[in-house]
């Protein structure tokens, strides 16, 4: 048999791990051969691909990134290249492809395979919002570079008595921020999944401030977004594929709070710096789970599937059900994190 692999979407530490498993399982498993294809979907329509043996896989399960480059692809470009896509396959001789990728990556997976192409889903995202699978690889590295750099955050805005905003990704879903709040013991955390009032933010910094403590650290996701009426808001439009772009949320907010109560505030952006790097012990350890079981399931037949974290286990699911909705942070998850405001 023979495989072929792809990495589309934004990238994701460990990526190349998924790469090396696929590799080394279907190799060593079933003596079969893999091929990858470059910069997502768009290297499959233009037929750009590189072999991938044992020793292309040797020393990539620690590095970010993905060596087979990365790209978001336009859904509509993608859809008209349907028998283009058929025709790269056949001539390369794959059986199954296995997309690693986010939501948009996996909604074409789903796509082809209700068009006949047997795929084998694997789903990435440092955001952790796919649906179906209890974590994604990519999310223990983000939150630990968030972590770490809120802790950092901690100790200067002290020494200031400030407030200081870190903005994490998250567009859609606060995972980064919710972890990465309760990890560094923020004081407040804003997500996309409820709007914020700057009235009561203004409130919390005041109070804290005047019982005497020395600093506020708020971790602002980027997709969180005030109340209506709540502050002025510059929206920063909307992308190519429907996604909210950058705003600078957490820069906005920030000014409103000196406007309002004249506290000093600094705001740190981390922006990419949360994807990038190598991938932590966990997340090199799911990734290479998901490769393994993605490898056997082509194998076995088992395609039109995503490998998906079910507790401690790897298991399958139809692509069709993991790409419904995006994974958001519930109310009762919140409702933990908000005990541990102020
Ligand atoms: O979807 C993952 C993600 O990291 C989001 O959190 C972030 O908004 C987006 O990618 C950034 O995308 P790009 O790399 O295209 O700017």
Redesign the pocket.
Known sequence: MRIGVLTG??D?PGLNAVIRSVVRSSDNLFGSSVVGFRDGWRGLLEDRAMELDVTKADGILTRGGTILGSA?VNPEVFRDGLETVRETLRARGVDVLIPIG?EGTLTAASWLADNGVPVVGVPK???NDIDGTDLTFGFDTAVSIATDAIDRLHTTAESHQRVLLCEV???HAGW?ALHAGLASGAHLTLVPEQPFDVDEVCAMVSARFARGDQHFIAVVA??ATPKEGSMEFRVGGIDEFG?RR?TGVAQQLGEEIERRIGKEVRTTVLG?V??GGTPTAFDRVLATRFGLHAAIAAHEGRTGQMVALRGTDITLIPLADATKHLKTVTPERLAEVVSFFG
């Open positions: 979407g934004g994701c978001r986010g995202t440092i955001d990704m998250g567009r980064i980027e997709g996604h950058f990419h949360q994807r």
